[in-house]
Structures are given as C-alpha cells and as structure tokens.
C-alpha cells in the first residue's frame, strides 16, 4: 500500500501499550506545536511552511473532534480556539493558491486570454499572515495546555464507533452537495471529507491493513475535491478582475473554461465518493476483526 502522507501516519505510531486516548491528546498537542514551528522565521518563502501550519492545525481540530465526541468536553474550546487561529491565515494561504494558480494558467495561455491572466497574476496580495508571531505564540500556549489535558478512556470499539459517525457526517454534507448544487454546499462536503480523512489516519497507525486503508483513499478524495475548491476561487478572482473592453471577451471564455473543469472535477469526485462510502461503511463495520484485535494497555 501507498502511504499518500506517510510520515503523518508514522507520527501516530505510538506504541501499542498507550491508550488511545492518551495517544489522541498527545497527538493533537503535538501538532500544534507542530503548526507554532512551522511559523517560526517565516523569511522570504512564507507560502509552503502557512500551507503546512495550517494543514496541522486541522489534523489536531479533527482529533479534538474525536476526543470531544468521546465524552471530553474540553476539548470543544481548544478546538474553537485552534479554529480562530487558522482563520487568521486563511487570507495569505488563498492568496498564495491564487498566486501559484494564476502563473500556471498564464504558463498555459496564449494571446488575449495570456494578458487577462498576467493583469490577475499582477493583484498580488500579502503572502505572510500580518499576526503570524501572534499565532505562533498563541499555538506554542495551546500545545502546552493540551499536554496536560484529561485524557478519556477509549476502546478500539468506541474509536469505530465515532469514525462511523464522522463517515455519516460526510455522507449527510455529500447528499446536500448533490441536493443544493452550490459552492457553499460542496465547501461544506468538502471540510467534512477532510475531517474524516484525518482522523481515518488514527485507524490507519493501528490497523493499517484493515480499517486504516481508507486513508489513501480519503486522501486522494480530498485532494481531488481541493482541487476543485481552488478552481471556485480562480473564477471568483476572474469574476470580480477589472480588463479593458477588448479583453473582457478573453476574461470570460477562461471563465467558461475554469466552471467546465471544476464541474468535472466535482463530478468525478461524487463518483469516488459513492464507491468510498459503501467500502468505509464496510471497514467500519463489527466484521472487521482488525478494529476487534485488543490493545495491550
């Protein structure tokens, strides 16, 4: 099996004689820390260490989540509180997916349609998050917190009781995807896959050849539906570029263009979606024995 993200899986690889719980608050501490490094002394190339302070942030909301539908109702506020410190970078991390975005399109675009998108490569925003040693700090706290937090008593049987719960969540937000046919809708879909995908990562360090395969393929949907997340945004940012008059014709076929991929590119994933939904529902299920095999404490 491929692991797609194999050191994050590697990272869960306690050993076997720690508890579950123990294992999950341990772990969303240390990626908070994990997100507080990666912000330290930003420099001249911010854009890769935000992306990757920001992606653990939502690996230790989506354990907070298992941990506080677990019967930890503490962790509800380092959840939020995480939540907040993401949203103050989400602003530089669109603007650099926009960035990258926009150069590869005018890489591949010729003439007038060339022109619109140089003049959006050209509305380049801050790419380093104004308050990124306020985060920083504000994380490092949060880290030493959760270290010392309640840890509650979970079972092999509990953890796959709650990932089904997350696997009916996901589903629940697919459906209002396919139902509503709106970018709101699909967004939503979307965060619910990628919370289940990371705390799928939780089954795949302990049972990597059963429950825990699902992870590469939560994986894959995930990035294919980012995927069309980012298509939604270079629209929006052509929708609202200002051209002249003889380019707004180009303007508006790269547009066309843009809402033709990330229609496909949705419909692909819904597709994915319907074979990954039945297959989870099956890993999760009282017949796999991997999630029965008992954990020495």
Same mark, same amino acid.
């Given at each position: 099996m491929v692991w797609y993200d194999f050191p994050f899986v590697m990272k869960l690889r306690l050993p076997h004689n720690r508890a579950i719980g123990v294992s999950m608050v341990a772990l969303a501490a240390g990626l908070a820390r994990e997100a507080a490094e990666h912000l330290a002394g930003l420099g001249t190339a911010p854009v890769e260490p935000v992306h990757r302070a920001r992606v653990a942030l939502k690996r230790a909301r989506s354990t907070l989540r298992l941990l506080?539908?677990?019967g930890a109702d503490w962790a509800l506020? +380092?959840? &939020?509180?995480?939540?907040?410190?993401?949203?103050?970078?989400?602003?530089?991390?669109?603007? =650099?997916? #926009?960035? =990258? *975005?926009?150069?590869?399109? $005018?890489?591949?675009?010729?003439?007038?349609?060339?022109?619109?998108?140089?003049?959006?490569?050209?509305?380049?925003?801050?790419?380093?998050?104004?308050?990124?040693?306020?985060? @920083?700090?504000?994380?490092?706290?949060?880290?030493?917190?959760?270290?010392?937090?309640?840890?509650?008593?979970?079972?092999?049987?509990?953890?796959?009781?709650? *990932? @089904?719960?997350?696997? $009916?969540?996901?589903?629940?937000? &697919?459906?209002?995807?396919?139902?509503? !046919?709106?970018?709101?809708?699909?967004?939503? %879909?979307?965060? !619910?896959?990628?919370?289940?995908?990371?705390?799928?990562?939780?089954?795949? !360090?302990? %049972? /990597?050849?059963? !429950?825990?395969?699902?992870? /590469?393929?939560?994986?894959? *949907?995930?990035?294919?539906?980012?995927?069309?997340?980012?298509? #939604?945004?270079?629209?929006?940012?052509?929708?609202?570029?200002?051209? +002249?008059? =003889?380019?707004?014709s180009a303007r508006r076929e790269i547009i066309r263009r843009l809402h033709l991929e990330r229609e496909l590119v949705i419909a692909q994933a819904m597709r994915r979606w319907l074979r990954l939904e039945k297959q989870l529902t099956y890993l999760l299920s009282e017949r796999d024995a991997y999630f029965a095999t008992p954990i020495n404490r």
């Open positions: 506080e539908k677990a506020v +380092p959840r &939020y509180r995480l939540a907040q410190l993401a949203g103050m970078m989400s602003a530089a991390r669109e603007m =650099a997916v #926009a960035d =990258a *975005l926009t150069k590869n399109l $005018a890489r591949r675009l010729e003439g007038p349609e060339r022109e619109v998108a140089l003049l959006l490569a050209a509305k380049r925003g801050r790419l380093v998050p104004p308050e990124a040693e306020t985060i @920083r700090l504000s994380l490092l706290k949060e880290a030493q917190e959760l270290a010392t937090a309640p840890v509650p008593e979970i079972t092999p049987g509990q953890l796959r009781h709650l *990932l @089904r719960q997350s696997l $009916a969540r996901a589903d629940h937000r &697919y459906r209002d995807a396919v139902l509503l !046919a709106t970018l709101d809708a699909f967004h939503e %879909w979307r965060k !619910a896959v990628i919370v289940l995908r990371d705390q799928s990562a939780l089954a795949a !360090a302990r %049972w /990597p050849q059963g !429950a825990g395969c699902a992870f /590469p393929l939560l994986f894959r *949907l995930a990035r294919r539906l980012g995927h069309g997340g980012d298509l #939604a945004l270079l629209e929006h940012r052509l929708e609202r570029l200002r051209v +002249p008059p =003889a380019l707004d």
